[in-house]
RNA sequence: GCGCCAGUAGCUCAGCUGGAUAGAGCAACGGACUUCUAAUCCGUAGGCCGGGGGUUCGAGUCCUCCCUGGCGCGCCA
């Protein structure tokens, strides 16, 4: 509705351009805005007061010229010149009546989108390390990453979501002889605590356990030194490949799936770096100093150039994430969109740096960053360390509260913001969870369209269809049809901003007027024609709230 | 020290990329079930949008300088 309002302010400003004589060329946007105050009118644009600077004329002068041309459109019942020059309009009530019918029509593929025009994107999100379970933490970035994919799907973009495993390094190393020492102490060969930066998880112990069971005792010889790299070859993609799969389990508990899971070593093996860093060095941005080669990324806006081989020769992993994202854009992709936790943020600017350099717009390349999820339990914090290994995982937070709160709470606050997350209020069976107040609407809902069947109304059929909505005159329920046209407007500005948290509040406040109307009035009456319309606007809103809960990854139950 | 993000009601947070008189939930208080589900609703109360200056018709939103908190500043990943 807002697209043909501006349309109908877009045909007034030409005309009246044309009549002062005016370039129509160089028109400002036309943007038009629902005002907060309901008394101005359904739509209101302030495109008077932004052609008053050029045209140096009154912007309520240049309101009333517009009013006048306004007027002359049949679906717009009220055109009024307000304050320092906004034009308000409203709609004659038989367009919302008609939007009604339209939506209902629709059914599941109302607010489908091209506002995406089938560009193709990729969402990187959780890629977390393979040494050890995914945490609560890693589970917010799970749920804005699946989230944002399914939202922007919706919107017209032809989405994948990728998983990059980060199985190389260092860090791989002491996985494996994290796992090789419990092992060992199994064995009676080690004891007391771990070495120092050793991954000191259960998870571990477990794990060396179904070694034993498997592969008996002679893996490894007793009197092995922890420097030793023996039995590695073994432990180290045994370890990362339990820990891989275990990941994979909670995300599909979770349900998040991917498209692609790409490791990291593969851009090793398969010589990408060395490509990639070759493209880098014709292009003069790499050079050597105190034995380690360096990549000039302050030339592209970062505070400091950055390593990409060490001294030692050993490639970094900025290194690898260069050839990675250089190969997502080769891979055809016109939107990279990385989740990444908020304590990486330093990280960013040397990887814009690094795609600017490959002569990839990094325009193209946008970085979510997801800030961490503190604990409680009943408004008393649970701590968490993971040096420790004494973390709550996102699989116990599920199966505690399920899935549907887990994914609902994780996308309660903007995602740049903190978030804390408290178990009891999550699994909650009572008012005070906000998880269950849009789908008890739904289910609500579905209540009244079972009460409706009792009584005989075709709900699925031609009846309401040929129900025309006239009967929908009261103020609440114009606000109702509103806001479900509002729908579509709100999945543009979420899927544009790359915000998924907007989806819970628009639900809310959904639901809010649902729940509202349904205590002041009854939808099946004695009155068969007002019935008949209240139950075509309650069927629209069962369908928007089951839409944006299948976008939330969240289930619409039919009775609670 | 430098950089990034935040600071909005007692608490937790929204605020649609500059609009008109700043919103919601929780907490507090008072009400509503003979009804299509009370996991709901209605009402009351609550504010120097951290502070100063600037940009303009107009600022919670933009620019600048301070204050406070979190994070980052490795030849780790």
């Given at each position: 509705m807002k697209k043909r309002v501006g349309e109908f302010v877009r045909r007034a400003v030409t005309a009246v351009a044309a009549e002062r004589g005016f370039a129509a060329a160089d028109l400002p946007e036309i943007v038009i805005e629902q005002p907060r105050?309901?008394?101005?009118?359904?739509f209101a644009s302030n495109i008077a007061m932004q052609l008053a600077g050029r045209w140096k004329t009154n912007p309520r002068a240049i309101g009333e010229a517009l009013r006048l041309e306004l007027e002359k459109e049949p679906d717009l019942a009220r055109v009024t010149v307000d304050g320092p020059g906004f034009i308000n309009m409203t709609l004659d009530v038989g367009c919302w009546h008609r939007r009604l019918v339209e939506i209902a029509e629709a059914g599941?593929?109302?607010?489908?989108?091209?506002?995406?025009?089938?560009r193709k994107v990729l969402v990187e999100f959780v890629?977390?390390?393979?040494?050890?379970p995914l945490h609560i933490g890693h589970g917010r970035g799970a749920a804005v990453g699946d989230v944002l994919a399914r939202l922007l799907t919706r919107a017209g973009y032809e989405v994948d979501r990728e998983y990059y495993v980060n199985?190389?390094?260092n860090q791989m190393r002491i996985l494996g002889r994290s796992l090789r020492w419990r092992y060992l102490e199994l064995l009676g060969h080690r004891s007391g605590p771990l070495p120092e930066g050793y991954y000191q998880g259960e998870y571990l112990v477990k794990l060396a356990q179904e070694v034993r069971s498997a592969h008996g005792d002679g893996l490894v010889p007793a009197d092995l030194t922890e420097d030793d790299d023996q039995g590695l070859d073994f432990f180290t993609p045994y370890a990362a490949e339990a820990i891989l799969n275990g990941i994979r389990n909670d995300l599909e508990l979770f349900g998040v799936g991917f498209e692609y899971w790409t490791s990291e070593k593969e851009f090793f093996t398969s010589g990408r770096v060395d490509a990639v860093l070759d493209e880098l060095r014709e292009k003069g941005v790499l050079y050597e100093q105190d034995g380690a080669l360096w990549f000039a990324s302050s030339r592209f806006g970062d505070e400091k150039d950055r390593v990409v081989v060490r001294a030692n020769g050993v490639k970094t992993y900025f290194a690898s994430d260069i050839a990675y994202h250089r190969d997502k854009f080769e891979r055809g992709y016109d939107l990279l969109i990385d989740v990444w936790g908020a304590d990486h943020h330093g990280y960013v600017p040397r990887l814009r740096a690094a795609i600017e350099a490959l002569g990839c717009d990094p325009e193209r390349f946008a970085v979510i960053l997801v800030q961490l999820v503190s604990l409680s339990r009943g408004g008393t914090p649970v701590a968490m360390s993971t040096r420790s290994g004494e973390f709550i995982t996102l699989e116990e937070v599920v199966r505690e509260v399920g899935r549907d709160a887990a994914r609902y709470f994780f996308l309660?606050?903007?995602?740049?913001s903190h978030l804390e997350f408290d178990l009891e209020l999550a699994k909650a069976q009572n008012n005070d969870n906000p998880v269950y107040y849009a789908q008890y609407a739904h289910a609500r809902i579905c209540s009244i369209l079972r009460k409706a069947r009792e009584e005989?109304?075709?709900?699925?059929?031609?009846e309401l269809r040929a129900g025309c909505g006239s009967c929908l005159t009261m103020p609440e329920e114009l606000e109702l049809i509103k806001k479900l046209d509002d729908f579509t407007a709100l999945l543009e500005s979420a899927a544009r901003n790359l915000e998924p948290h907007r989806l819970t509040y628009y639900l809310d406040d959904l639901a809010t007027r649902f729940h509202s109307y349904y205590n002041r009035h009854r939808v099946v009456t004695d009155d068969r024609e007002t019935s008949r319309d209240r139950l075509l606007l309650v069927t629209c809103i069962r369908q928007v709230i089951n839409i944006c809960l299948g976008l939330l990854g969240v289930s619409s139950p039919e009775r609670m």
């Open positions: 105050e309901k008394s101005f009118g359904d599941d593929d109302f607010a489908r989108l091209d506002y995406g025009r089938g890629s977390a390390n393979p040494t050890g199985d190389a390094g309660t606050r903007r995602s740049d005989e109304f075709d709900v699925h059929g031609t």
